[in-house]
């Protein structure tokens, strides 16, 4: 399980630019494996940072829930995989190796991402939101909660990160707003129609009181 | 005198039961604290990956798993198939691979070298007459009854149509699969993805050759299963032995690509339909031959299920299961119901509009032939009224929209037996008036736990939290599999005897103690009443108990009305469809359901809902590609195999169909109903939209112009 970092001085450090927009994990890999490797001996073992590519495993910061966290992982950990198995934040699911489901979506930047499509190198100097770090979030879990827009409850935590992502930018959504904004989301038991009446009635009240 | 008998309350003397109530998980569930077997992460967890067989029919050759052992954080391998064994499908289990993280699990599967000789395979699950050139053909058990050949020959009218339904999944969220923990090399700890908590441990001591005491099962949520999960799984089996081998505990999930090919699929069916009836649309006679299959064992669904819903009395259907290289099937939801409505129901329809008739008609008119067509009458009066049937029904074909859109409406209906499951629960009842349940049941995302408290707060008049329900391991008193729609009975029968038994007891030691006749008394809202009048509060009559807990087991189920058999249901659906492009927009779909007593209103309409979802599913998106030429399931992922997005289900409406009668039945099952005749029911509508029918589900939009392509201008 990771570590809690002591140290928060070198989180400005980690300002690499992103190297990739919106694509999968596997093409994030094979781009960062045909980066140009600057790395420099006076930059110490192992640290990822910006154009350093390591093959091995280096120490990556993430901050979570703001909270920071020091891992050893390798480039090709996923976001998904570090949050899940080195942090034990297990509330975002994996229920694939690819991001056709929205069960892993998470609030980067207080944008939805989904936390498959990213590695967790690249997550760095971010500010990464997980269900954990919502659970505060009474208003929109008591929707769900209320309009039983759950079942097994396995998809649910990705529907409210990924309602809670559409809110953030858009806190009166329409129907139509809302079946695009959720539609990368997967739900096997049937539970739709409690979403939309619950995602219906947060954007009737979303940001009026 | 209040009389000591086992019955649900007088339906307007509820509190609790039959009110929509929030799940008591549901917070848990949508904050992620909820742990589910694949968030389990013990110390020292390694991680399990599998390799599976790229070929639907090989022999191995050579399986070299030393150079594998050597990659870095591989710790061990589990070969779950042996050179010269034969693989039977595409995606069957080879070889599991634990390793420290899931990542070095995947390398070490990369460093095996597998040799196949690649053999001969059979796919076509469609074409029964390449079947029978292949020598794939399996004849199962024939269903003939009556005089079929002479009374179609009499006939009025006979329709004759073909009418199929593909192979789909279970597409349970949670993948199959199972975190394995020893203790003292001799206890093993199971969290496994199940919806047979109480039915596993010795799944799991057999074959590993302990005593079934040394093993527990837990799971505490799962998924979905949808009838897949009621097995140990070798995937299951081979986490504790890998578990064993390293003594570390190993968590073993299946990819999407092995969940979809080889943990859970339910059989295709295919159908040439004749139908024959009277003048007036009353069916006579029924003659089909039957084919379908998931697997290599070939089966298809049971014929004595045609035509479903409406027995005829002269029938025959000649079934034939077809062997392919398929991963094995599993129940699901409602087994082989909604293949058996999609096959008949639709032939009723285009019958229907054969003779000019409004199909509500003809369904109405062989209702006799139901096992209750009083209620199916009113069902359809109902369904029909919320969907305005009379105002836009219009004769098949002849809705025209603009441009290219075409409006239809369909209907279809279905039963279920819907009994409870044999159950045991143990309920403790504490001096400070709270209470705790025991069962080893599950909550496969129908409100287990929720109907429990209310059971059982709603029979002691207290306030729900003040119960905690446990369920969700085998060491609590044993509760039957969630299959079939047997839990909410299942579970609801016992605990109400046993807080029925456990409130009768504390009634005496009240009746002791405050001087009172114990038949007087009852329980409302907090308070013990003798005659209606306070007598103590439930807190004082509990204190009674003393330090030792007060302790009852109920068992289930029995034969006094607190559950009970046999449901029915109607569907009707409105739909519009696009000729050009072949895509069907749902407007409304309407279920009108039959349920018996309603223990919690909210995850009743919650399971209904469901099950129109899943049935859109079916009906429209949903289907395994089995390719032929190199028989590989080739839409094994979430982006080729497609499932219904929230914008694609339309407005629906679910209506209870619930009287007092209906409620002194008892509690019946609910899960799977409503998933029987969405595929009829949308079927139908968009024939009625279009003016032919689209004979093979999904109805995707290629199949939806085909059948537009040959049908008469």
């Given at each position: 399980m990771g570590q809690e970092s002591q140290s928060s001085g070198d989180k400005a450090v980690f300002n690499r630019r992103a190297f990739l927009k919106g694509s999968g994990a596997a093409m994030a890999a094979g781009a960062w494996a045909g980066a140009e490797t600057t790395s420099t001996a006076a930059e110490g073992p192992q640290t990822f940072k910006k154009n350093l590519v390591p093959s091995g495993p280096g120490e990556v910061i993430l901050n979570v829930n703001g909270k920071e966290y020091a891992l050893q992982l390798e480039p090709r950990v996923t976001l998904l995989e570090a949050l899940r198995n080195?942090?034990?934040?297990?509330?975002?699911?994996?229920?694939?190796?690819?991001?056709?489901?929205?069960?892993?979506t998470v609030l980067i930047d207080g944008k939805p991402v989904?936390?498959?499509?990213?590695l967790a190198v690249e997550c760095q100097g971010k500010q990464i939101v997980t269900i954990e770090g919502l659970a505060s979030d009474a208003e929109i879990i008591n929707s769900f909660v209320k309009h039983d827009a759950l079942q097994c409850g396995f998809c649910t935590p990705g529907f409210v990160m990924a309602l809670r992502g559409l809110l953030n930018k858009n806190p009166h959504p329409s129907a139509e707003e809302i079946d695009s904004a959720l539609g990368g989301n997967l739900c096997r038991c049937g539970t739709y129609a409690g979403i939309k009446a619950c995602a219906l009635e947060l954007a009737r009240q979303e940001g009026d009181n | 005198m209040v009389e000591r008998t086992y019955s649900w309350k007088p339906r307007a003397e509820n509190e609790l039961l039959g009110t929509p109530v929030e799940r008591i998980d549901g917070v848990a569930k949508a904050t992620g604290q909820a742990k589910y077997t694949a968030d389990i992460n013990t110390s020292g967890t390694l991680f399990a990956r599998a390799l599976t067989s790229p070929h639907a029919y090989a022999r191995i050759k050579r399986l070299e798993i030393e150079a594998a052992k050597s990659v870095s954080g591989v710790k061990a391998i589990k070969v779950m198939m042996n050179v010269g064994d034969e693989v039977l499908w595409d995606g069957q289990l080879v070889a599991v691979v634990a390793a420290e993280r899931p990542e070095f699990a995947l390398d070490g599967i990369r460093a095996i070298e597998v040799e196949y000789e690649v053999l001969e395979h059979f796919v076509d699950e469609e074409n029964l007459e390449e079947a029978k050139t292949a020598d794939k053909q399996n004849p199962q058990k024939e269903e003939d009854r009556g005089d079929v050949e002479q009374t179609l020959k009499s006939a009025a009218v006979i329709h004759e149509g073909y009418y199929g339904i593909h192979t789909v999944t279970h597409m349970c969220m949670e993948p199959h699969g199972a975190h394995c923990e020893w203790h003292d090399d001799a206890k093993l700890h199971v969290h496994l993805s199940t919806q047979n908590v109480s039915g596993t441990a010795s799944q799991f001591a057999t074959p590993l050759e302990l005593?079934?005491?040394?093993v527990t099962i837990s799971c505490d949520y799962l998924g979905g299963g949808f009838g897949s999960k009621f097995s140990a799984g070798e995937w299951g089996l081979a986490a504790a032995e890998l578990a064993r081998e390293t003594g570390r505990p190993v968590r073993f999930m299946l990819d999407r690509a092995t969940e979809l090919k080889t943990a859970g699929l339910r059989p295709s069916a295919f159908s040439k339909v004749k139908l024959g009836a009277d003048?007036?649309?009353?069916?006579v006679a029924w003659d089909a031959e039957l084919w379908g299959t998931t697997d290599i064992e070939g089966k298809t669904i049971a014929a004595k299920l045609l035509p479903y819903a409406f027995k005829v009395r002269n029938h025959r259907t000649q079934p034939t299961g077809i062997k392919i290289n398929g991963g094995p099937e599993q129940a699901w939801r409602a087994p082989h119901h909604p293949q058996a409505a999609a096959l008949s129901q639709t032939a009723m329809d285009d019958l229907a509009a054969k003779l000019n008739l409004d199909p509500y008609q003809l369904f109405l008119k062989n209702l006799d032939k139901t096992w209750n067509p009083e209620l199916y009458a009113d069902q359809m009066r109902i369904a029909a009224e919320l969907i305005e049937w009379d105002q836009n029904w219009k004769p098949r074909g002849t809705n025209k929209l603009d441009g290219s859109l075409r409006r239809g409406l369909g209907m279809a209906l279905h039963e279920w037996t819907g009994s409870a499951h044999s159950a045991t629960t143990l309920i403790r009842v504490h001096a400070d008036g709270t209470v705790e349940t025991f069962g080893g049941s599950q909550d496969i995302g129908t409100g287990t736990r929720t109907i429990i408290g209310i059971t059982v707060a709603e029979t002691f008049e207290i306030p729900l939290d003040q119960v905690q329900v446990n369920i969700g391991s085998s060491k609590y008193p044993r509760s039957g599999p969630s299959g079939g729609s047997s839990t909410s009975g299942g579970v609801s029968g016992p605990n109400r005897r046993a807080a029925l038994e456990a409130l009768w007891k504390i009634f005496d030691l009240v009746a002791s103690r405050y001087q009172v006749d114990a038949s007087t008394l009852t329980a409302q809202q907090g308070k013990i009443l003798s005659n209606g009048n306070p007598v103590c509060n439930w807190n004082e009559a509990t204190s009674l108990i003393g330090p030792m807990p007060l302790e009852v087991q109920g068992e289930g189920p029995k034969r006094d009305g607190l559950t009970s058999i046999d449901v029915g249901g109607v569907q009707m659906a409105d739909v519009t469809v696009d000729i050009e492009t072949g895509k069907i927009k749902i407007n409304r779909f309407v279920a009108v359901q039959d349920c018996g007593t309603i223990l919690n209103r909210l995850t009743a309409e919650s399971q209904v809902y469901g099950g129109m979802i899943m049935g859109i599913s079916y009906a429209l998106f949903e289907e395994r590609i089995l390719d032929?030429?190199?028989?590989?399931?080739?839409?094994?992922d979430l982006f080729n195999y497609k499932l219904p997005r929230i914008g694609d289900i339309g407005e629906l409406k679910v209506h209870l169909y619930e009287t007092d009668e209906t409620y002194a039945r008892g509690v019946i099952g609910l899960g799977e109903p409503p998933v029987i005749s969405c595929g009829a029911t949308l079927s139908n509508a968009v024939a009625n939209a279009i003016g032919v029918r689209v004979p093979v589900l999904p109805m995707t939009p290629a199949r939806v112009l085909n059948a537009l392509e040959g049908a008469p201008a």
């Open positions: 080195d942090l034990n934040l297990t509330g975002t699911k994996e229920v694939e190796e690819t991001t056709a489901a929205g069960a892993d989904l936390a498959n499509s990213r | 005593k079934a005491t040394d003048a007036d649309g009353n069916l032929n030429k190199t028989g590989r399931f080739i839409n094994a």
